[in-house]
């Protein structure tokens, strides 16, 4: 006799399953796998936070070991789920889900669960170069309506699901049964990171405005050096040697010149101003 726990279960994805039943299935994967998540960014901002306000804050050391052993209880917690979602998300591969879909629920890394170390020193160098997990988009997409079965967004910032989409009003109560974790925890862990995101969209707008400037810049500079060599071929008193040698240097600053200029046209458009033209 097969022991309960190892018995196939009747499912469409099994394939013992009679008649055509693949959309049921599929909306419940759907809830499932979106709870998952929810679980998931909890677990990883909680972990995020023992790091950065027990652990390195501990006055002493029994305080430190508490930390460590709380964050490898979480750890575990985390994995738990972590193959619950992947075999969710198997399921909605076996069950020929749509590639939009596909798209929201990626594949799970060892790299997406990491704890931010943002939260431990947002100054720290580089971190505005440093990028969240696909993890911490989905409310994002949800929010743009372009998650399949995601509703409208309601005040207090939660996702209550459409009642004609994909996936049915028990979204909701998922969602209720793993929303568990310290909300200002989150809020915190959201907010440091926002703002980073933020620092960083401005650092490159600034960048490229300090580029379109370099460039002119430079071309600048090569056409003051072709001017000066020019200056000194119509000196009266050179020798012929040396005005040749002025003339060649000219046609080199010159061609540098002009070559930046095409060279910055072409990378910036509208943003680069010539100043040769």
């Given amino acids: 006799m097969i022991p309960v726990e190892r018995q196939q279960l009747s499912l469409p994805s099994n394939g013992n399953v009679a008649g055509d039943l693949k959309h049921v299935e599929l909306s419940a994967c759907k809830k499932q796998a979106h709870a998952q998540l929810n679980r998931l960014r909890e677990l990883i901002a909680d972990i995020s936070f023992h790091y950065s306000h027990v652990i390195r804050a501990a006055p002493r050391k029994a305080v430190r070991t508490r930390g460590h052993q709380n964050v490898r209880r979480i750890g575990h917690e985390l994995v ?11 399921r909605l591969v076996q ?3 749509d590639p939009e879909t596909l798209r929201v629920f990626r594949v799970l890394t060892k790299t997406d669960l990491r704890a931010s170390t943002a939260i431990v020193n947002p100054n720290i160098t ?3 170069s440093l990028r969240l997990s696909w993890l911490w988009h989905i409310r ?3 929010r743009l309506g372009s998650v399949p079965g995601a509703g409208p967004v309601v005040a207090g910032g939660a996702d209550e699901p459409s009642a004609t989409g994909n996936c049915a009003d028990a979204d909701a109560d998922a969602d209720a049964d793993f929303y568990d974790a310290d909300p200002a925890t989150l809020l915190e862990f959201k907010r440091v990171h926002w703002l980073r995101a933020r620092a960083q969209k401005q650092r490159w707008r600034e960048e490229l405005i300090l580029v379109a400037y370099e460039m002119q810049w430079t071309v600048r500079y090569f056409s003051r ?5 020019r200056s000194a071929v119509d000196t009266p008193t050179i020798s012929a040697g ?13 061609k540098l010149a002009v070559v930046a200029d095409k060279a910055s046209r072409q990378t910036c458009g509208t943003q680069y101003t010539s100043p040769l033209s």
């Avoid at 050096?225 to 060599?229: F, G, H, Q, T």
């Avoid at 060649?248 to 010159?254: A, E, G």
């Fill in 126 to 128: 580089g971190s505005t």
């Fill in 242 to 254: 040396a005005k040749a040698y002025a003339y060649r240097k000219h046609l080199f600053w010159h």
């Fill in 225 to 229: 050096e072709s001017s000066k060599w």
């Fill in 140 to 142: 994002r997409w949800q």
């Fill in 80 to 90: 738990f789920h972590a193959r619950i979602y992947s075999r969710c998300r198997t």
């Fill in 95 to 97: 069950l020929g889900c």
